[in-house]
């Protein structure tokens, strides 16, 4: 976390090990890559909020996928 002049920042990332495929149901942890996100939410104590998330993107294991 980052208090700034008029701002809070928090750096944020997953830490689960696997997720479920939306498509097929079956959980994968096999890796693709990370990218980042940048959100901004309503102020707190007058200082606004921004979350910096760093998000895995993982691929399906199913064989026919």
Not at 21 to 40: F, I, T, V
């Amino acid at each position: 976390m980052v208090l700034g002049d008029g701002e809070v920042r928090l750096a944020v990332r997953s830490v689960a090990a696997s997720a479920v495929c939306p498509e097929c149901g079956r959980r994968s942890s096999r890796l693709h890559c990370y990218y980042r996100r940048r959100l901004a939410d309503r102020p707190v104590a007058g200082r606004r909020v921004r979350l910096d998330l760093r998000a895995r993107r993982l691929v399906c294991d199913t064989p026919e996928r």
